[in-house]
């Protein structure tokens, strides 16, 4: 399986500054097709998670762009460029290009600092 | 409105079986592969089985295979995870998803396996 690890696991972050997660894969996320299935997560406390990015930097429907992410390979970023009151929560990265089974990072918390 | 019901979660106990159940509205339901994903209490997320639009194909994570069965009936927009000889480990909340890029998700239900 592939291992997808997160860093940091706990970020707190002042009102008003920019926020970035890490995330690695174990091995290298390039599709045969060419694309690269990689996909940020957004969980509030108490909801369910809200898919923000796909296929590395797609922001989905709805998500402000403050929200932007990058990488290839097996190297990716999420990053944040002000943070709001309404970003709190947990941040997951998943991987779908080695797709049995797709396979999330643990989770990195963002707290108002 | 993308929008995905569970329903059926509940308390059972170990070695005891559950069936969930989730309804789709709001997008063309029979095109899509549908994905159960979990989150035990305090945790991540683990993906646990997906079904192929015409559901002649299902994916399994190791932890469930030969236990858990997911299915579809697409007259009804719906998709299902039967769960049996349930595991205090299977507790969690149980998302539906669309896709196996699961880009909408459920509210969740609650499985509680506990004697």
């Known amino acids: 399986d592939v291992v997808m690890t997160q860093s940091p696991l706990s970020l707190p972050v002042t009102l008003g500054q920019p926020a970035s997660i890490s995330c690695r894969s174990s091995?290298?996320?390039?599709?045969?097709?060419?694309?690269?299935?990689l996909s940020w997560f957004q969980q509030r406390p108490g909801q369910s998670p809200r898919r923000l990015i796909n296929?590395?930097?797609n922001r989905d429907s709805g998500v402000p762009d403050r929200f932007s992410g990058s990488g290839s390979g097996t190297d990716f970023t999420l990053k944040i460029s002000r943070v709001e009151a309404e970003d709190v929560g947990f941040y997951y990265c998943?991987?779908?290009?080695?797709?049995?089974?797709?396979?999330f990072g643990q989770g990195t918390r963002l707290e108002i600092k | 409105e993308v929008q995905l019901v569970e329903s059926g979660g509940g308390l059972v106990r170990p070695g005891g079986s559950l069936r969930l159940s989730c309804a789709g509205s709001?997008?063309?339901?029979?095109?899509?592969?549908m994905s159960w994903v979990r989150q035990a209490p305090g945790k991540g997320l683990e993906w646990v089985a997906r079904?192929?639009?015409?559901?002649?194909?299902?994916h399994y994570v190791d932890s469930v295979r030969g236990r858990f069965t997911i299915s579809r009936d697409n007259a009804k927009n719906s998709v299902f995870l039967q769960m049996n000889n349930l595991r205090a480990e299977d507790t969690a909340v149980y998302y539906c998803?669309?896709?196996?890029?699961?880009?909408?998700w459920g509210q969740g239900s609650l499985v509680t396996v506990s004697s």
């Open positions: 998803a669309r896709g196996v890029g699961v880009d909408y």
């Open positions: 709001g997008f063309s339901f029979s095109p899509y592969w």
């Open positions: 079904i192929k639009p015409d559901g002649s194909e299902e």
């Open positions: 091995q290298s996320l390039v599709n045969s097709d060419g694309n690269t299935y």
């Open positions: 296929k590395v930097s």
């Open positions: 998943m991987q779908a290009t080695h797709w049995l089974p797709i396979t």
